[in-house]
Every structure is written in C-alpha cells, then in structure tokens.
C-alpha cells in the first residue's frame, strides 16, 4: 500500500466493503466510482493508501484467500483422517457457498472468464494451487493410511478440484440450493466408495 498522508478511514473497513463490491459484481464489473461511493473515500485517498483498483483487489482478494486457508484448506492439510477431512470439507464448503447467498469471492471472479488483470489472474491461480495443494495432502494421508492406492492420489485430487470449480459455477449460474447441495452431496458419496475400498479413479 502506499504511503503519504494520514489516512482518515479505517482500511480494514475499506477492505472488507472493496471485498463486498468485487464479490457482489465482478472484478470486470465494479467501477472505481462505484467504489469511491461504496468505500465512502474519494479517488485521491483511494489512490494513495491502495494505488489502483488492481492493487485494492488484490490485498482484497488476499483477506479472502487468508480466511479460504484458516477456514477450508487448512483442516485438509492438518487432518489425520484423509477422507474423513475430504467429506468434512465438502460439507464445510456448501455452506461457505450457500449461508449468505453470494456463494465463493474466487468462484465469482473465475465466472467472468480469463482474467484480464494480472493480479487477478495470478490470484486466482493461486488459489487453484492452494486447493489442490490441500486436496493432495488430505488423500495423501488417506494413501499413507492404506485406505486408498497411492497412484490414484493425483487423479483423484483433480476429480476433487473439479467437484469444487463445478459448486462454485453451479452457485453462480443461479442452480439453486438444492442443485449445490446435491453436487456436494454426491461428491461424498464417492469419497465414501473411496473408503470403502471402490476402485474409481
């Protein structure tokens, strides 16, 4: 952030009302008068603590990613129970998606296509490798445990990564609560034929 004169808001107020903005309506799609007018701060002060839109999204998706790992990711990284924390997750992240409505900040933005800003893109990719990486680790414990082959722990981290891509577009393309809660639910149902020793890659 920059620095210069004293600010007289609070930033992470600021923050919190910038993540709202992007989350509600887009990176693409959130102006920087809009924000001026949601943030309560003029284009001057906007400027001076954040520099752009591009760097105030990018500490604003940054927070977001922050609580993805406390919340979501690290339980699959600490779990002793690979696929007990996998079908723990899938439960955890619907109603991340459902509770208030707006469904996932990074599901919202990967939903305008390829990021055309840099920043943006690199967070998103981030945050793609942030969830395989926690994924990877919960079945490998899994693999480790004898519960499921070692070989499959890369294919089935994909499969994983994909359910998840597929509940945060199902959300933003309006399929409803009953349509999440079934994807999420069936992608349980394989974990559990995972455990039970199935042979699905």
């Avoid at 990074?106 to 981030?126: F, I, S």
Wanted: hydrophobic share 45%.
């Amino acid at each position: 952030m920059r620095t210069g004169r004293p600010r007289t808001f609070d930033t992470d107020a600021v923050l919190e009302e910038a993540m709202d903005q992007f989350w509600r309506h887009g990176y693409e799609s959130t102006t920087t008068r809009e924000l001026e007018a949601s943030l309560g701060i003029n284009q001057s002060s906007l400027y001076n603590a954040f520099g752009s839109k591009s760097e105030l999204a990018d500490a604003a998706i940054e927070r977001y990613q922050q609580r993805l790992d406390e919340r979501l990711f690290r339980p699959l990284i600490e779990a002793e129970d690979g696929l007990g924390a996998i079908d723990a997750f899938f439960t955890r992240i619907e109603r991340w998606l459902l509770d208030d409505g707006r469904g996932c900040l990074m599901g919202r933005l990967m939903g305008e296509g390829a990021a055309r800003d840099p920043r943006v893109a690199a967070r998103l990719a981030d945050y793609r490798q942030r969830l395989a990486s926690a994924l990877h680790a919960a079945l490998a414990t899994a693999a480790e445990r004898g519960e499921i082959p070692t070989e499959s722990v890369a294919p089935r981290t994909e499969i994983l990564v994909g359910a998840v891509f597929g509940l945060n577009m199902a959300v933003q393309a309006s399929f409803g609560p009953q349509a999440v809660q079934a994807l999420a639910e069936a992608t349980r149902a394989e974990v559990a034929v995972w455990r039970a020793g199935g042979v699905a890659a």
